[in-house]
């Protein structure tokens, strides 16, 4: 997979509080997006291997929560 950043950019500043992050995976062009508050972020990963099983995941700092909401209708 391609990570599209350049060495030592980063993608994004990250969210806070109350932001909504969503998750776009075009699982035909093999690409995967993100959105904050959703107003999207750019690409962020492409050229993902498709013919694996794809597990999500989410990665939390200390004493942080999270939602997940499936699929919002937005």
């Known amino acids: 997979a391609k990570v599209n950043r350049k060495y030592n950019e ?5 969210a806070k509080e109350g ?8 699982y035909e ?5 993100f959105f904050l ?3 999207c972020c750019g ?6 291997p498709t013919k694996e099983i794809l597990y999500p995941a989410c ?5 942080a ?6 699929r919002p209708d937005w």
């Open 29 to 33: 062009k093999a690409e995967l997006w």
């Open 19 to 26: 932001d909504i992050v969503g998750i776009y995976f075009n």
């Open 43 to 48: 690409l962020a990963f492409s050229n993902i």
């Open 10 to 14: 980063f993608y994004h500043s990250g």
């Open 59 to 63: 990665s939390l700092a200390v004493n």
């Open 65 to 70: 929560k999270i939602q997940l909401i499936p």
């Open 37 to 39: 508050n959703r107003k």
